[in-house]
Protein backbone atom coordinates (compact mmCIF):
# COMPACT_ATOMS: atom_id res chain seq x y z
CA UNK A 1 0.00 0.00 0.00
CA UNK A 2 1.64 3.37 -1.11
CA UNK A 3 2.14 5.83 1.95
CA UNK A 4 -0.75 8.67 2.56
CA UNK A 5 0.73 11.82 2.36
CA UNK A 6 -0.93 15.07 3.60
CA UNK A 7 -0.66 18.08 5.08
CA UNK A 8 -0.81 18.07 8.86
CA UNK A 9 -1.00 21.51 10.00
CA UNK A 10 0.88 22.83 13.12
CA UNK A 11 3.34 20.73 12.89
CA UNK A 12 6.06 21.70 16.28
CA UNK A 13 9.33 22.42 15.41
CA UNK A 14 11.10 19.58 16.73
CA UNK A 15 9.10 17.14 14.86
CA UNK A 16 10.18 15.93 11.34
CA UNK A 17 8.28 17.73 8.09
CA UNK A 18 6.09 17.56 5.42
CA UNK A 19 6.37 14.87 2.84
CA UNK A 20 4.54 15.71 -0.34
CA UNK A 21 3.39 12.98 -3.08
CA UNK A 22 2.98 13.74 -6.78
CA UNK A 23 0.21 10.89 -6.86
CA UNK A 24 2.41 9.69 -10.02
CA UNK A 25 2.30 5.60 -10.10
CA UNK A 26 5.34 3.60 -8.69
CA UNK A 27 7.45 1.51 -11.73
CA UNK A 28 7.56 -1.66 -11.19
CA UNK A 29 11.44 -1.75 -12.14
CA UNK A 30 14.54 0.07 -12.62
CA UNK A 31 17.45 -0.24 -15.29
CA UNK A 32 21.18 0.66 -14.15
CA UNK A 33 23.92 -0.14 -16.72
CA UNK A 34 21.99 -3.34 -17.93
CA UNK A 35 20.59 -4.86 -14.92
CA UNK A 36 16.85 -4.81 -14.73
CA UNK A 37 16.12 -4.52 -10.91
CA UNK A 38 12.71 -5.21 -9.42
CA UNK A 39 11.15 -3.12 -6.55
CA UNK A 40 11.40 -4.56 -3.08
CA UNK A 41 8.92 -6.81 -2.41
CA UNK A 42 7.26 -5.87 0.91
CA UNK A 43 5.55 -8.97 1.51
CA UNK A 44 8.95 -10.88 0.77
CA UNK A 45 11.05 -11.47 3.48
CA UNK A 46 13.45 -8.70 4.61
CA UNK A 47 16.74 -8.35 3.71
CA UNK A 48 19.22 -8.70 6.03
CA UNK A 49 19.97 -5.95 8.49
CA UNK A 50 19.46 -4.00 11.57
CA UNK A 51 16.78 -1.98 11.60
CA UNK A 52 17.27 1.54 11.80
CA UNK A 53 17.66 3.27 16.15
CA UNK A 54 16.30 6.27 17.30
CA UNK A 55 19.13 6.07 19.64
CA UNK A 56 22.44 7.73 19.09
CA UNK A 57 25.82 6.16 18.37
CA UNK A 58 28.79 7.47 20.64
CA UNK A 59 30.40 9.59 18.36
CA UNK A 60 33.84 7.89 18.53
CA UNK A 61 35.44 4.92 17.54
CA UNK A 62 32.11 3.72 14.67
CA UNK A 63 28.66 3.76 14.22
CA UNK A 64 26.14 0.71 15.47
CA UNK A 65 24.27 -0.72 13.26
CA UNK A 66 20.99 1.53 12.74
CA UNK A 67 22.58 4.61 14.34
CA UNK A 68 23.63 8.25 13.90
CA UNK A 69 26.00 10.06 15.67
CA UNK A 70 25.99 13.84 16.26
CA UNK A 71 29.61 14.57 16.53
CA UNK A 72 32.66 12.33 15.98
CA UNK A 73 35.96 13.20 18.36
CA UNK A 74 39.16 11.39 17.08
CA UNK A 75 40.83 8.27 19.00
CA UNK A 76 44.38 6.96 18.84
CA UNK A 77 43.69 3.18 17.65
CA UNK A 78 44.98 3.56 14.69
CA UNK A 79 45.95 -0.39 13.44
CA UNK A 80 43.69 -1.80 10.75
CA UNK A 81 40.67 -3.87 12.14
CA UNK A 82 38.67 -7.28 11.49
CA UNK A 83 36.37 -8.04 9.31
CA UNK A 84 33.32 -5.84 9.51
CA UNK A 85 29.52 -6.24 8.58
CA UNK A 86 27.91 -3.75 6.34
CA UNK A 87 24.35 -3.67 5.91
CA UNK A 88 23.98 -2.89 2.26
CA UNK A 89 20.40 -0.77 1.49
CA UNK A 90 20.32 -0.26 -1.95
CA UNK A 91 20.08 -1.72 -5.52
CA UNK A 92 22.48 -1.14 -7.36
CA UNK A 93 24.54 -1.66 -4.04
CA UNK A 94 26.67 1.13 -2.99
CA UNK A 95 28.94 -0.83 -0.26
CA UNK A 96 30.64 0.74 1.71
CA UNK A 97 29.20 4.06 1.03
CA UNK A 98 25.86 4.36 2.45
CA UNK A 99 25.46 7.85 3.94
CA UNK A 100 23.94 7.64 7.57
CA UNK A 101 26.59 9.98 9.37
CA UNK A 102 27.01 13.54 7.86
CA UNK A 103 29.21 16.24 9.91
CA UNK A 104 30.24 19.55 8.08
CA UNK A 105 31.41 21.76 10.48
CA UNK A 106 34.22 21.94 13.23
CA UNK A 107 33.60 22.81 16.42
CA UNK A 108 35.92 23.42 19.52
CA UNK A 109 36.38 20.06 21.96
CA UNK A 110 37.34 19.68 25.51
CA UNK A 111 40.96 20.86 24.90
CA UNK A 112 40.29 23.66 22.48
CA UNK A 113 41.84 24.10 19.10
CA UNK A 114 44.10 20.82 20.03
CA UNK A 115 40.90 19.05 20.17
CA UNK A 116 38.51 19.83 16.79
CA UNK A 117 35.46 17.93 16.78
CA UNK A 118 33.37 17.11 13.77
CA UNK A 119 29.46 18.17 14.07
CA UNK A 120 26.37 18.75 12.32
CA UNK A 121 26.33 22.67 11.14
CA UNK A 122 22.66 23.35 11.36
CA UNK A 123 20.51 20.92 12.67
CA UNK A 124 17.35 22.71 11.46
CA UNK A 125 15.39 20.52 9.18
CA UNK A 126 13.41 21.06 6.03
CA UNK A 127 10.97 18.94 3.70
CA UNK A 128 12.11 16.01 1.50
CA UNK A 129 8.66 16.14 -0.65
CA UNK A 130 8.32 12.46 -2.79
CA UNK A 131 8.58 13.95 -6.10
CA UNK A 132 7.17 11.07 -7.98
CA UNK A 133 8.98 8.56 -10.36
CA UNK A 134 8.74 10.60 -13.54
CA UNK A 135 9.24 14.05 -12.00
CA UNK A 136 12.21 15.85 -13.72
CA UNK A 137 15.69 16.46 -12.40
CA UNK A 138 15.96 19.86 -10.60
CA UNK A 139 18.96 20.67 -13.41
CA UNK A 140 21.16 19.72 -16.01
CA UNK A 141 23.30 16.76 -14.52
CA UNK A 142 22.86 13.05 -15.24
CA UNK A 143 21.41 11.05 -12.28
CA UNK A 144 20.71 7.42 -11.63
CA UNK A 145 18.28 5.36 -9.88
CA UNK A 146 18.55 3.49 -6.63
CA UNK A 147 16.42 1.14 -4.83
CA UNK A 148 16.33 1.33 -0.77
CA UNK A 149 14.62 -1.09 1.72
CA UNK A 150 15.18 -0.76 5.43
CA UNK A 151 13.41 -1.24 8.39
CA UNK A 152 12.37 1.10 11.26
CA UNK A 153 12.61 0.64 14.55
CA UNK A 154 10.01 3.55 16.27
CA UNK A 155 9.71 1.43 19.63
CA UNK A 156 12.19 4.29 21.29
CA UNK A 157 11.38 7.36 19.58
CA UNK A 158 9.19 8.35 16.61
CA UNK A 159 12.61 10.52 14.61
CA UNK A 160 14.63 7.83 12.92
CA UNK A 161 17.97 8.25 10.63
CA UNK A 162 16.99 6.95 7.11
CA UNK A 163 20.18 6.02 4.41
CA UNK A 164 20.89 7.84 1.64
CA UNK A 165 23.09 7.63 -1.61
CA UNK A 166 23.91 11.65 -1.78
CA UNK A 167 23.48 14.34 -0.23
CA UNK A 168 21.41 15.55 -2.97
CA UNK A 169 19.67 12.69 -3.43
CA UNK A 170 15.73 13.14 -4.22
CA UNK A 171 12.79 11.00 -2.86
CA UNK A 172 10.58 9.40 -5.77
CA UNK A 173 8.23 7.09 -4.42
CA UNK A 174 8.46 5.58 -0.57
CA UNK A 175 5.86 2.40 0.37
CA UNK A 176 5.90 0.53 3.99
CA UNK A 177 4.92 -1.94 5.84
CA UNK A 178 2.81 -1.93 7.47
CA UNK A 179 0.94 1.27 6.04
CA UNK A 180 1.98 4.00 8.21
CA UNK A 181 2.04 8.18 7.68
CA UNK A 182 5.84 9.26 7.92
CA UNK A 183 7.17 12.39 7.35
CA UNK A 184 10.35 12.68 5.99
CA UNK A 185 13.04 15.69 6.35
CA UNK A 186 16.91 16.77 6.11
CA UNK A 187 18.91 18.59 7.81
CA UNK A 188 21.94 21.54 6.61
CA UNK A 189 24.46 18.22 6.28
CA UNK A 190 22.09 16.49 4.53
CA UNK A 191 21.17 13.43 7.07
CA UNK A 192 17.87 12.42 5.99
CA UNK A 193 15.50 11.61 8.69
CA UNK A 194 11.86 9.50 8.90
CA UNK A 195 9.12 10.83 11.19
CA UNK A 196 6.15 8.33 12.47
CA UNK A 197 3.37 11.09 12.44
CA UNK A 198 2.54 11.99 15.90
CA UNK A 199 -1.44 10.29 15.57
CA UNK A 200 0.10 6.84 14.45
CA UNK A 201 0.56 3.94 17.15
CA UNK A 202 3.69 2.85 18.23
CA UNK A 203 3.85 -0.42 16.01
CA UNK A 204 4.94 -3.01 18.18
CA UNK A 205 7.01 -4.51 15.13
CA UNK A 206 9.96 -2.44 12.46
CA UNK A 207 8.23 -1.22 9.86
CA UNK A 208 9.80 -1.96 6.55
CA UNK A 209 10.19 0.90 4.32
CA UNK A 210 10.92 0.75 0.37
CA UNK A 211 11.90 3.29 -1.44
CA UNK A 212 12.95 4.59 -5.09
CA UNK A 213 15.79 7.18 -4.91
CA UNK A 214 18.32 8.95 -6.90
CA UNK A 215 21.82 10.33 -7.03
CA UNK A 216 24.00 12.72 -9.68
CA UNK A 217 26.23 10.92 -11.20
CA UNK A 218 28.63 13.34 -10.61
CA UNK A 219 29.01 12.63 -7.18
CA UNK A 220 30.58 9.76 -7.41
CA UNK A 221 33.45 10.53 -10.23
CA UNK A 222 35.31 13.21 -12.38
CA UNK A 223 37.02 16.11 -13.20
CA UNK A 224 37.36 18.86 -10.39
CA UNK A 225 37.76 22.46 -11.51
CA UNK A 226 41.10 24.61 -11.36
CA UNK A 227 39.02 27.76 -9.72
CA UNK A 228 39.76 29.66 -6.71
CA UNK A 229 39.80 28.24 -2.96
CA UNK A 230 37.68 30.91 -2.37
CA UNK A 231 35.45 30.97 -4.65
CA UNK A 232 33.38 28.20 -2.22
CA UNK A 233 34.47 30.36 1.13
CA UNK A 234 30.87 31.34 1.60
CA UNK A 235 29.90 27.85 1.52
CA UNK A 236 32.85 27.00 4.30
CA UNK A 237 31.44 26.69 7.83
CA UNK A 238 32.91 28.87 10.53
CA UNK A 239 35.89 28.12 12.03
CA UNK A 240 37.87 29.27 15.31
CA UNK A 241 40.52 31.60 13.80
CA UNK A 242 42.87 29.67 16.18
CA UNK A 243 41.66 26.32 14.67
CA UNK A 244 41.95 28.03 11.10
CA UNK A 245 45.46 29.17 11.43
CA UNK A 246 47.00 26.20 12.91
CA UNK A 247 45.21 24.06 10.10
CA UNK A 248 46.72 26.24 6.89
CA UNK A 249 49.95 25.86 8.71
CA UNK A 250 49.67 21.78 8.73
CA UNK A 251 48.07 22.06 5.00
CA UNK A 252 51.45 23.87 3.85
CA UNK A 253 53.29 21.37 6.06
CA UNK A 254 52.09 18.57 4.38
CA UNK A 255 52.66 19.58 0.57
CA UNK A 256 49.44 21.37 -0.09
CA UNK A 257 50.64 24.64 -1.99
CA UNK A 258 49.86 28.11 -0.74
CA UNK A 259 47.37 29.64 -3.08
CA UNK A 260 46.80 27.06 -5.57
CA UNK A 261 43.63 26.39 -6.74
CA UNK A 262 40.92 23.86 -5.69
CA UNK A 263 42.08 21.35 -8.03
CA UNK A 264 45.47 21.45 -6.71
CA UNK A 265 44.67 21.44 -3.24
CA UNK A 266 41.99 18.86 -2.69
CA UNK A 267 44.62 16.74 -5.36
CA UNK A 268 47.32 17.18 -2.53
CA UNK A 269 45.36 16.89 0.48
CA UNK A 270 44.03 13.55 -0.90
CA UNK A 271 47.51 12.32 -1.92
CA UNK A 272 48.69 12.85 2.00
CA UNK A 273 45.43 11.39 3.61
CA UNK A 274 45.52 8.29 0.77
CA UNK A 275 48.87 7.48 1.90
CA UNK A 276 47.87 6.57 5.50
CA UNK A 277 49.23 3.51 6.83
CA UNK A 278 47.26 1.49 9.30
CA UNK A 279 49.65 0.99 12.16
CA UNK A 280 49.74 -0.63 16.32
CA UNK A 281 51.98 1.90 17.01
CA UNK A 282 49.43 5.06 17.25
CA UNK A 283 51.03 8.45 16.45
CA UNK A 284 52.88 10.43 19.50
CA UNK A 285 51.23 12.12 21.57
CA UNK A 286 51.68 15.62 21.61
CA UNK A 287 48.87 16.75 23.17
CA UNK A 288 47.45 17.83 19.85
CA UNK A 289 45.43 14.85 18.41
CA UNK A 290 44.83 16.25 15.14
CA UNK A 291 48.10 17.24 14.00
CA UNK A 292 49.28 14.07 15.06
CA UNK A 293 47.83 11.90 12.79
CA UNK A 294 47.99 14.53 10.09
CA UNK A 295 51.74 14.10 10.62
CA UNK A 296 52.03 10.91 11.57
CA UNK A 297 49.92 9.65 8.12
CA UNK A 298 48.64 6.67 10.52
CA UNK A 299 44.93 5.20 10.66
CA UNK A 300 42.25 4.28 9.19
CA UNK A 301 39.09 5.31 7.54
CA UNK A 302 37.66 7.28 10.05
CA UNK A 303 41.31 8.89 10.80
CA UNK A 304 41.89 9.93 7.53
CA UNK A 305 38.82 11.48 6.50
CA UNK A 306 38.66 12.93 10.14
CA UNK A 307 41.70 14.94 9.27
CA UNK A 308 40.95 15.87 6.25
CA UNK A 309 37.45 17.82 6.80
CA UNK A 310 39.00 19.60 9.22
CA UNK A 311 42.47 20.69 6.97
CA UNK A 312 39.29 21.14 4.37
CA UNK A 313 37.80 23.72 6.56
CA UNK A 314 41.06 25.41 7.82
CA UNK A 315 41.01 26.34 4.27
CA UNK A 316 38.10 27.56 3.41
CA UNK A 317 36.46 24.55 1.69
CA UNK A 318 32.97 23.15 2.44
CA UNK A 319 33.51 18.93 3.03
CA UNK A 320 31.70 16.42 5.00
CA UNK A 321 32.90 13.37 7.07
CA UNK A 322 30.68 11.13 6.53
CA UNK A 323 30.26 7.51 8.17
CA UNK A 324 27.93 4.12 8.69
CA UNK A 325 28.69 1.30 10.54
CA UNK A 326 31.66 0.09 8.68
CA UNK A 327 33.49 2.83 6.55
CA UNK A 328 34.16 6.25 6.67
CA UNK A 329 34.58 8.63 4.47
CA UNK A 330 34.48 12.58 3.12
CA UNK A 331 32.43 14.89 0.40
CA UNK A 332 33.87 17.86 -0.97
CA UNK A 333 31.28 20.74 -2.73
CA UNK A 334 32.39 21.92 -6.14
CA UNK A 335 31.06 25.12 -7.90
CA UNK A 336 29.39 25.99 -10.92
CA UNK A 337 26.56 23.61 -9.93
CA UNK A 338 28.22 20.90 -9.49
CA UNK A 339 27.39 19.97 -5.89
CA UNK A 340 29.40 17.20 -3.98
CA UNK A 341 32.12 15.04 -4.45
CA UNK A 342 32.21 12.02 -3.05
CA UNK A 343 36.12 11.08 -1.74
CA UNK A 344 37.48 7.47 -0.65
CA UNK A 345 40.41 7.76 1.25
CA UNK A 346 40.67 3.98 2.15
CA UNK A 347 41.69 2.57 5.07
CA UNK A 348 39.18 -0.22 5.31
CA UNK A 349 39.10 -2.85 7.01
CA UNK A 350 40.76 -6.07 6.73
CA UNK A 351 37.41 -7.48 5.31
CA UNK A 352 33.85 -6.20 5.08
CA UNK A 353 30.77 -8.80 5.14
CA UNK A 354 28.26 -7.04 3.00
CA UNK A 355 24.67 -8.28 4.17
CA UNK A 356 21.91 -7.75 2.33
CA UNK A 357 24.23 -7.79 -1.09
CA UNK A 358 22.85 -11.24 -2.28
CA UNK A 359 22.35 -10.87 -6.42
CA UNK A 360 22.70 -6.94 -6.09
CA UNK A 361 24.65 -5.88 -8.61
CA UNK A 362 27.57 -2.93 -7.81
CA UNK A 363 26.86 0.06 -8.89
CA UNK A 364 29.93 1.23 -11.11
CA UNK A 365 30.11 5.17 -11.52
CA UNK A 366 30.23 6.68 -14.58
CA UNK A 367 33.01 8.98 -14.64
CA UNK A 368 36.60 7.94 -13.15
CA UNK A 369 38.35 8.82 -9.87
CA UNK A 370 41.02 11.15 -11.10
CA UNK A 371 42.22 12.03 -7.65
CA UNK A 372 45.96 11.12 -6.83
CA UNK A 373 45.92 6.73 -5.53
CA UNK A 374 49.26 6.32 -3.74
CA UNK A 375 50.84 2.86 -3.03
CA UNK A 376 49.37 3.04 0.89
CA UNK A 377 45.91 3.44 -0.79
CA UNK A 378 45.79 0.85 -3.30
CA UNK A 379 46.90 -2.02 -0.37
CA UNK A 380 43.91 -0.56 1.68
CA UNK A 381 41.68 -0.22 -1.36
CA UNK A 382 42.39 -4.38 -2.11
CA UNK A 383 41.55 -5.23 1.23
CA UNK A 384 38.45 -3.22 1.04
CA UNK A 385 37.63 -4.91 -2.58
CA UNK A 386 38.17 -8.42 -1.12
CA UNK A 387 36.32 -7.88 1.68
CA UNK A 388 33.14 -6.91 -0.15
CA UNK A 389 31.93 -10.79 0.18
CA UNK A 390 28.62 -10.43 1.60
CA UNK A 391 26.76 -12.14 -1.64
CA UNK A 392 27.31 -16.04 -0.23
CA UNK A 393 29.00 -16.33 3.07
CA UNK A 394 31.78 -19.55 3.11
CA UNK A 395 29.86 -22.39 4.51
CA UNK A 396 31.47 -22.52 7.70
CA UNK A 397 30.23 -18.38 8.06
CA UNK A 398 26.78 -19.53 8.12
CA UNK A 399 26.23 -19.92 11.78
CA UNK A 400 27.95 -16.63 12.65
CA UNK A 401 24.91 -15.21 14.80
CA UNK A 402 23.08 -18.49 15.76
CA UNK A 403 23.29 -20.61 18.50
CA UNK A 404 25.32 -23.70 18.08
CA UNK A 405 25.11 -26.80 19.78
CA UNK A 406 27.44 -28.36 22.11
CA UNK A 407 30.29 -30.88 20.28
CA UNK A 408 30.25 -34.48 21.65
CA UNK A 409 32.14 -35.14 24.80
CA UNK A 410 32.22 -31.24 25.64
CA UNK A 411 31.08 -30.81 29.17
CA UNK A 412 30.68 -27.13 28.61
CA UNK A 413 29.63 -26.84 25.14
CA UNK A 414 31.96 -24.48 24.19
CA UNK A 415 34.90 -25.88 22.89
CA UNK A 416 33.77 -26.36 19.27
CA UNK A 417 31.32 -25.58 16.35
CA UNK A 418 28.62 -28.13 15.39
CA UNK A 419 30.86 -29.96 13.54
CA UNK A 420 33.32 -30.95 15.52
CA UNK A 421 37.26 -29.57 15.11
CA UNK A 422 38.03 -28.96 11.32
CA UNK A 423 41.30 -28.10 9.76
CA UNK A 424 41.51 -25.13 7.91
CA UNK A 425 40.13 -25.27 3.70
CA UNK A 426 42.47 -27.18 1.51
CA UNK A 427 44.35 -29.28 4.48
CA UNK A 428 43.93 -33.11 4.70
CA UNK A 429 43.03 -34.71 8.03
CA UNK A 430 45.59 -36.57 10.10
CA UNK A 431 45.47 -39.76 9.05
CA UNK A 432 42.75 -39.36 6.38
CA UNK A 433 44.84 -40.18 3.14
CA UNK A 434 43.80 -42.99 0.92
CA UNK A 435 45.33 -46.39 1.74
CA UNK A 436 46.88 -44.83 4.72
CA UNK A 437 46.51 -47.73 7.71
CA UNK A 438 49.23 -45.63 10.06
CA UNK A 439 47.50 -44.54 12.97
CA UNK A 440 47.53 -40.55 12.88
CA UNK A 441 50.40 -39.05 14.54
CA UNK A 442 49.76 -36.54 17.90
CA UNK A 443 48.82 -32.99 17.07
CA UNK A 444 51.21 -30.07 18.83
CA UNK A 445 48.85 -28.66 21.57
CA UNK A 446 48.23 -24.89 21.37
CA UNK A 447 47.76 -22.16 23.95
CA UNK A 448 45.77 -19.50 23.04
CA UNK A 449 46.28 -16.48 24.77
CA UNK A 450 43.90 -13.09 25.06
CA UNK A 451 44.96 -9.42 25.56
CA UNK A 452 43.03 -6.97 27.74
CA UNK A 453 38.59 -7.80 27.30
CA UNK A 454 36.32 -5.55 27.70
CA UNK A 455 34.34 -6.61 30.52
CA UNK A 456 30.71 -4.87 29.14
CA UNK A 457 29.42 -4.84 26.17
CA UNK A 458 26.44 -3.71 24.52
CA UNK A 459 23.91 -4.89 22.44
CA UNK A 460 24.42 -3.52 18.56
CA UNK A 461 27.91 -2.26 19.79
CA UNK A 462 30.87 -4.17 18.59
CA UNK A 463 33.41 -6.24 20.98
CA UNK A 464 37.30 -5.86 19.94
CA UNK A 465 38.76 -9.79 20.84
CA UNK A 466 42.73 -9.88 20.10
CA UNK A 467 45.34 -12.24 21.05
CA UNK A 468 48.07 -14.39 19.89
CA UNK A 469 48.08 -18.70 19.25
CA UNK A 470 51.33 -19.99 20.28
CA UNK A 471 52.64 -23.90 19.52
CA UNK A 472 52.93 -25.50 23.16
CA UNK A 473 52.59 -22.55 24.86
CA UNK A 474 55.84 -21.05 23.73
CA UNK A 475 56.39 -17.74 23.84
CA UNK A 476 57.48 -17.37 20.33
CA UNK A 477 56.09 -19.61 18.29
CA UNK A 478 53.13 -17.98 17.13
CA UNK A 479 51.24 -20.35 15.01
CA UNK A 480 49.70 -18.86 11.30
CA UNK A 481 46.57 -19.68 9.15
CA UNK A 482 44.45 -20.61 12.49
CA UNK A 483 40.94 -20.16 12.22
CA UNK A 484 39.81 -18.55 15.25
CA UNK A 485 36.26 -18.59 16.87
CA UNK A 486 34.98 -16.37 19.03
CA UNK A 487 31.04 -16.80 21.09
CA UNK A 488 29.11 -16.02 23.72
CA UNK A 489 28.56 -18.92 26.10
CA UNK A 490 25.31 -18.23 28.64
CA UNK A 491 25.85 -20.30 32.10
CA UNK A 492 22.37 -21.48 31.71
CA UNK A 493 22.45 -23.28 28.43
CA UNK A 494 25.22 -25.39 27.17
CA UNK A 495 24.75 -23.99 23.62
CA UNK A 496 27.07 -20.84 22.25
CA UNK A 497 26.45 -17.82 20.15
CA UNK A 498 28.82 -17.40 17.42
CA UNK A 499 30.05 -13.85 17.13
CA UNK A 500 32.46 -14.60 14.10
CA UNK A 501 35.55 -15.48 12.79
CA UNK A 502 39.26 -14.61 12.52
CA UNK A 503 42.48 -15.58 10.84
CA UNK A 504 45.90 -15.36 12.58
CA UNK A 505 48.71 -13.75 11.11
CA UNK A 506 52.52 -14.77 10.79
CA UNK A 507 53.41 -14.27 14.54
CA UNK A 508 50.23 -16.47 15.57
CA UNK A 509 48.26 -12.84 16.46
CA UNK A 510 44.68 -12.71 15.69
CA UNK A 511 42.23 -9.82 16.06
CA UNK A 512 38.71 -9.08 15.15
CA UNK A 513 35.69 -6.78 15.76
CA UNK A 514 32.26 -8.76 16.22
CA UNK A 515 28.78 -7.37 16.38
CA UNK A 516 26.64 -7.97 19.56
CA UNK A 517 23.27 -8.99 18.31
CA UNK A 518 20.84 -6.31 19.09
CA UNK A 519 18.19 -9.08 20.23
CA UNK A 520 21.16 -10.85 22.85
CA UNK A 521 19.19 -11.20 26.08
CA UNK A 522 20.63 -8.99 28.67
CA UNK A 523 22.73 -11.39 31.23
CA UNK A 524 25.85 -12.52 32.06
CA UNK A 525 28.16 -14.52 29.55
CA UNK A 526 31.35 -16.36 29.15
CA UNK A 527 33.53 -15.16 26.05
CA UNK A 528 34.79 -18.13 24.34
CA UNK A 529 38.23 -18.08 22.19
CA UNK A 530 38.73 -21.36 20.20
CA UNK A 531 40.61 -22.69 17.29
CA UNK A 532 39.61 -26.33 16.20
CA UNK A 533 43.47 -26.71 15.03
CA UNK A 534 44.45 -28.14 11.85
CA UNK A 535 47.01 -31.06 10.36
CA UNK A 536 49.25 -30.66 12.59
CA UNK A 537 47.91 -28.68 15.73
CA UNK A 538 45.19 -29.55 17.92
CA UNK A 539 42.07 -27.88 19.50
CA UNK A 540 43.12 -25.14 22.01
CA UNK A 541 40.27 -22.93 23.73
CA UNK A 542 40.58 -19.64 25.98
CA UNK A 543 37.57 -18.24 27.79
Known amino acids: MPVLHEHVPNIEPDEAILTVSAGRADPAAIEQDGDVLLAPDLEAPALDQPPMLAEPGDGELGEGPGQRSPTF ?86 TLPLPSVAPESRLLSVKTEPSVKLWIARDGADNFYVTLDRTEPIPGEPVRIAFLTDAPSSYFGGDIPAV ?41 LTAHF ?54 SFVEVKLPAGLGYRRIDLGGAAQGLRAHGAEDAPLYEPKEPDLLPRPAAYEESYSHLGRG ?87 ATAGVSGLRVEVSFAAEARRDRLLLGIA ?30 GDAEHAPAMAE
Request: charged share 30%; proline share 9%; net charge neutral.
Open 388 to 474: VTGVEKPADEQLEGRWLPPAEGDPNGAVSSAAGPRPLTGQAQPGAAAGQDEPPKPRTPLAIALDDLQTRVWRGKRLEVAGRITRGGS
Open 503 to 532: VTGDDGRFKGSFGVPTDLELGDYRLVVLTP
Open 274 to 327: RAFEESSEPPRDTGDIYADLVRAKKGVCRHRAYGFVVTAHALGIPARFVQNEAH
Open 73 to 158: TPDRITDLEGQLDYYETFRPMIAPFKRVTSLDATALGAQGARLPVLVIGDTRKTPVPIEGADSAPPDGRARDRFWGDASLDFRRGR
Open 228 to 268: AVETLARDAPPLDAELRRRGRALAREIGVPEGADLRATLHA
